[in-house]
């Protein structure tokens, strides 16, 4: 079955670099979602979008903006790195059903991209 | 306030013996309850959910749990470890807000 795919899986910058992270969900799935994984930490909620509308917003920095495109897909934009930054980004979908249902789905993550800021 | 608790960051077990991971939540209204695997360097993988109706879940690898409202807990259960099972298990709550909140995680590591 495919699964949620995540590009590129490795990314290495600078600071004050920017950096654009891709997924691609699940076939027939409209719904998206971003995480954020520091080093020993639990993922943490950065955004989400349903039809290519945000959804939800959790604790994005500024410097970051997301989109979802016409195909579904996503990319999350990341601006003036810092240190801090360097995490595993997970990105997650969802067949949503329409907006009633849209809590109670079940999210599919992908790999992940690791990204270190040096 | 809405939150996930998961007691015990590290848990080591015997080969052959019984898999407990606890997990607690807090919440004004019914959950959603997820349970992910996560193997080093690799993504998160589904276990197993509760969303409605029965409330013990089995999921993939053996694994089940079962949530008890009146414990507000969804504990992970598994009979028999095996070596394979050795990974990071985090347990996650939809508090009907469509975002997961993840609990700490909980590491796993099975004793030869």
């Known amino acids: 079955a495919a699964g949620v795919i995540q590009s590129p899986r490795h990314l290495i910058k600078e600071k004050r670099e920017t950096a654009t992270l891709k997924c691609y969900p699940i076939?027939?799935?409209?719904?998206v979602y971003w995480y954020q994984q520091g080093p020993g930490q639990d993922p943490q909620f950065l955004i989400s979008?349903?039809?290519?509308?945000?959804?939800d917003k959790g604790s994005i920095p500024d410097r970051f903006s997301a989109q979802q495109f016409s195909d579904y897909h996503s990319e999350l934009n990341m601006s003036s790195l810092e240190l801090g930054d360097s995490a595993l980004y997970f990105c997650?979908?969802?067949?949503?059903?329409?907006?009633?249902?849209?809590?109670?789905?079940?999210?599919?993550f992908g790999p992940g991209t690791r990204l270190t800021v040096l | 306030a809405q939150s996930v608790t998961q007691l015990g960051s590290h848990v080591s077990v015997s080969e052959g013996a019984l898999v407990l991971l606890r997990c607690n939540y807090s919440?004004?209204?019914?959950?959603?309850l997820f349970w992910y695997v996560q193997y080093p360097n690799q993504g998160l993988q589904l276990l197993l959910k509760?969303?409605?109706?029965?409330?013990l879940v089995k999921g993939i690898n053996g694994f089940e749990a079962e949530f008890k409202k009146s414990e507000t807990s969804f504990h992970l259960t598994k009979p028999s470890a095996h070596m394979s099972d050795a990974a990071e298990y985090f347990c996650?709550?939809?508090?009907?807000?469509?975002?997961?909140?993840f609990g700490t995680g909980t590491r796993l590591t099975i004793i030869p």
């Open positions: 997650a979908s969802s067949p949503t059903g329409g907006l009633l249902s849209l809590s109670t789905d079940t999210q599919y």
């Open positions: 076939p027939r799935h409209d719904t």
């Open positions: 979008f349903y039809e290519k509308m945000q959804s």
């Open positions: 919440s004004s209204v019914p959950p959603y």
């Open positions: 509760y969303t409605t109706g029965a409330t």
């Open positions: 996650a709550v939809n508090f009907g807000n469509e975002k997961l909140t």
